[in-house]
């Protein structure tokens, strides 16, 4: 049972586990608000279709939409998790469809992190049969070292080392996405 044994301001420990601060909030918000305002320049006169993709995408998708200036719709989807099993065996399946048609729409898909890309490419390869009018993707986080499928991320809040990271809506243990800060497993 993975448990917050102690939590500052810049710090997390669970178990021997250390978590330091990589992002504080407010250089998190301040990317996400050069993040809209780039899309809010792109999308002018449009109306584009954010999909976030659960679990992970929920908290940063609400403050991105929130600093957006087009109109937007937003929907959501869900892969299976299959840890490291997901990653060598590239089996992935849909949990949750789209509620929307995405025929014919500018749909941006927003991801809090981008891994091996995997995910992100199997979501390409599905929706781009549902021929949206355009398709970007909007990734908070990227590790760039760890990239195993050749993807192309169209807005990118940081890119980071190939270290694991909690907080904002990233997980441990289904833990801790409520964390106000982004932080990383200190070696
Ligand atoms: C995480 C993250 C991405 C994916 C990235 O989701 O939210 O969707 O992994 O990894 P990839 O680039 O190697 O595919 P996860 O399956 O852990 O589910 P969660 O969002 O519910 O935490």
Redesign the pocket.
């Known amino acids: 049972m993975h448990k917050i044994d102690s939590i500052e301001k810049d710090v997390v420990i669970v178990g021997a586990e250390k978590f330091v601060t990589l992002f504080n909030e407010e250089t998190i918000q301040r990317r996400v608000k050069e993040m809209a305002a780039q899309i809010s320049e792109d999308y002018k006169g449009k109306t584009p279709v954010f999909i976030g ?5 929920f908290i940063f998708l609400s403050d991105l939409i929130k600093e957006v200036k087009s109109d937007c719709e937003i929907d959501f989807f ?6 490291d099993e ?2 060598s065996s590239g089996n ?1 399946k849909l949990l949750k469809e789209l509620n929307c048609d995405v025929s014919g729409r500018d749909i941006i898909i927003v ?10 490419k ?1 979501i390409e390869e599905l929706f781009s049969r549902h021929t949206p009018a355009s398709m970007k993707v909007c990734a908070l986080l990227v590790k760039p070292n ?1 990239l ?2 050749e993807v192309k991320i169209d807005y990118i809040g940081f890119n980071i080392p190939s270290k694991f990271v909690i907080g904002y ?3 441990y243990a ?1 833990k801790f ?1 409520n964390l106000k800060n982004i932080y990383v497993l200190s070696e």
Not at 53 to 57: E, P, S, T
Not at 78 to 83: A, E, P, Q, W
Not at 111 to 120: K, N
């Open positions: 993709v659960l679990n992970g995408a869900k892969l299976s998790s299959y840890g997901k990653i992935v991801e809090d992190i981008v891994d091996s890309g995997l995910s992100i199997f760890s195993k499928y809506g990233l997980d289904q996405r």
